[in-house]
């Protein structure tokens, strides 16, 4: 009878979210909703929603004209080729095999009404997908703006800078928003701009603090990629930094420290930066060189998350004039660590950089965590 009561409160959930892309950090995101969703007794897929400007073969001239510094890349990738191929079948495996999304043929925008009424919940999120200043989630997608029958949560969203940049843009699809049962939001800024809308929401954590730290640690590994201290660099250019910025932060650092500086992403003004390039990095590599390293310089969401998962020192880097990124905000006072955000021309002492406390916010981490998980709970059995 228990049972079968358990096989009646058992749902099936898909997940949209970002899966598809190049971003360590979104793949890996991706991996930790859906297992989080399964531990709490429900079934999960990822739904295999790829955006046309992700997707070169459906729409080869929105993949070309769309993605800021194309040629460059690909001149680069040409170089690397070896390298580069190497890339794309780790991050492949990964997908295939920690992901499984589903329907195993891609679907497009046309086709997410059909993918979605297969599950009983559709679960959007988690990462910036409600960004609509990112080119893969301007059309709306991930804010459901098609029609579907599923019940809608969203877990652990972020507006990333479209708070800032496409302030109106989101206003206009906020029926759509409306129509979701729930919905937690992964930093305060995206909690207080749905408060002045009229919309409830909480704060929840990012799923990849949901999973513990074994959980991430066997999935590093325990053989380091680069048998020798070493900084290891990883971040972005957006509405908040410069990634030129990250690069004077890091040569800072590597003078300070005395020792080299490992990049893994495969951009044109990273791989002219004089590092140490290692190309051949899907997620588990990402994951490996964040463990085995002596500090992280990063202006990345999730390499914070994991620099702290690990416990290795790290800086957040902040460029002057562009403002504070909501989401390393939120994340870092979390942490209590907000002495880790670092302006590139700081001139801080390496006994203090290397003095990170990861303990101090342990038992309120725990809180938040078990916060998140009744939320999906809730969310998904309500």
């Known amino acids: 009878?228990?049972?079968?009561?358990?096989?009646?409160?058992?749902?099936?959930?898909?997940?949209?979210t970002t899966h598809a892309s190049l971003n360590f950090g979104g793949m890996l995101q991706a991996y930790a909703i859906k297992e989080s969703i399964r531990k709490i007794g429900h079934q999960c897929d990822i739904i295999n929603y790829v955006p046309d400007m992700q997707n070169s073969k459906k729409n080869p001239i929105q993949f070309v004209t769309k993605r800021k510094g194309f040629v460059s890349k690909a001149m680069l990738a040409v170089a690397h080729y070896d390298a580069y191929r190497n890339r794309s079948e780790?991050?492949?495996?990964?997908?295939?095999?920690?992901?499984?999304?589903?329907?195993?043929?891609?679907?497009?925008?046309?086709?997410?009404?059909?993918?979605?009424d297969r599950y009983d919940v559709v679960c959007t999120g988690s990462d910036q997908l409600w960004n609509l200043n990112l080119k893969d989630m301007e059309n709306g997608a991930y804010m459901l703006n098609f029609p579907y029958e599923a019940k809608s949560?969203?877990?652990?969203?972020?507006?990333?800078?479209?708070?800032?940049?496409?302030?109106?843009?989101?206003?206009?699809?906020?029926?759509?928003?409306?129509?979701?049962?729930?919905i937690s939001v992964r930093e305060a800024d995206?909690?207080?701009?749905?408060?002045?809308?009229?919309?409830?929401?909480?704060?929840?954590?990012?799923?990849?603090?949901?999973?513990?730290?074994?959980?991430?640690?066997?999935?590093a590994g325990?053989?380091?990629?680069?048998?020798?201290?070493?900084?290891?660099?990883?971040g972005f250019d957006s509405a908040y930094q410069?990634?030129?910025?990250?690069?004077?932060?890091?040569?800072?650092?590597?003078?300070?420290?005395?020792?080299?500086?490992?990049?893994?992403?495969?951009?044109?003004?990273?791989?002219?930066?004089?590092?140490l390039n290692v190309y051949r990095c899907g997620p588990r590599e990402f994951l490996n060189l964040i463990r085995?390293?002596?500090?992280?310089?990063?202006?990345?969401f999730h390499a914070t998350v994991f620099s702290y998962m690990f416990e290795r020192p790290f800086s957040v880097i902040q460029s002057p004039g562009m403002g504070t990124d909501g989401r390393k905000k939120t994340l870092l006072e979390l942490f209590d660590l907000t002495d880790r955000f670092m302006f590139p021309d700081d001139d801080v002492d390496a006994d203090v950089l290397m003095d990170c406390s990861f303990k101090k916010m342990t038992d309120k981490l725990q809180e938040r965590k078990e916060h998140s998980v009744n939320y999906l709970k809730n969310a998904i059995g309500d």
Not at 1 to 16: P, S, Y
Not at 97 to 112: F, I, K, M, R, T
Not at 249 to 267: C, E, F, H, Q, Y
Request: proline share 5%; aromatic share 8%; net charge positive.
């Open 242 to 275: 410069r990634v030129q910025d990250l690069v004077t932060a890091a040569r800072n650092l590597s003078a300070k420290m005395g020792i080299p500086v490992v990049n893994a992403l495969m951009t044109p003004q990273l791989a002219r930066a004089g590092f």
């Open 222 to 234: 325990q053989k380091p990629v680069i048998n020798q201290p070493y900084i290891f660099l990883y």
């Open 90 to 116: 780790r991050i492949s495996k990964f997908r295939s095999g920690y992901l499984s999304p589903q329907p195993e043929q891609s679907v497009g925008y046309a086709g997410l009404s059909e993918a979605v």
């Open 190 to 219: 995206g909690y207080e701009f749905l408060k002045e809308q009229g919309i409830d929401s909480q704060i929840t954590l990012d799923p990849t603090l949901l999973l513990d730290q074994q959980e991430w640690l066997k999935m």
């Open 153 to 182: 949560i969203a877990y652990a969203i972020s507006f990333g800078d479209g708070l800032l940049k496409k302030r109106p843009e989101i206003i206009e699809n906020l029926d759509n928003i409306r129509k979701f049962s729930h």
């Open 292 to 300: 085995h390293s002596a500090y992280v310089c990063t202006n990345s």
């Open 1 to 16: 009878m228990i049972d079968q009561i358990e096989r009646n409160a058992m749902k099936k959930v898909g997940v949209l």
